[in-house]
């Protein structure tokens, strides 16, 4: 059997670095975690307890965080089914849909 360690410094260490590199410009900016990335849920629930939102692409990335108290969320890819997206939107306040194909 596979073990996975979460090191949750390293990960609030790293979302911090890259605060900070964007703050330090001056810049108004969001972050967003790539689910498909690593979607075990204790790095997702790491990732969400230290400030970043989600970026998801399939209905099984949205299962994996639906639980989440989410504000914002970025949905890539096309082909997306109706009652997919309007079961997200029902759940955050802002969606950032990117469609790179119709």
Request: charged share 25%; with cysteine.
């Amino acid at each position: 059997m596979a073990y996975y360690a979460v090191y949750k410094n390293k990960i609030k260490s790293n979302i911090q670095k890259l605060k900070q590199a964007f703050e330090s410009k001056n810049l108004d900016f969001e972050y967003f975690y790539s689910v498909k990335t690593n979607f075990s849920e204790p790095v997702l629930a790491t990732v969400k307890e230290f400030g970043c939102g989600f970026e998801i692409l399939s209905d099984f990335e949205w299962k994996k965080i639906k639980g989440f108290n989410l504000k914002a969320l970025v949905l890539n890819g096309p082909g997306k089914d109706a009652n997919f997206v309007k079961d997200i939107l029902e759940k955050v306040d802002i969606l950032y849909f990117n469609i790179d194909n119709c």
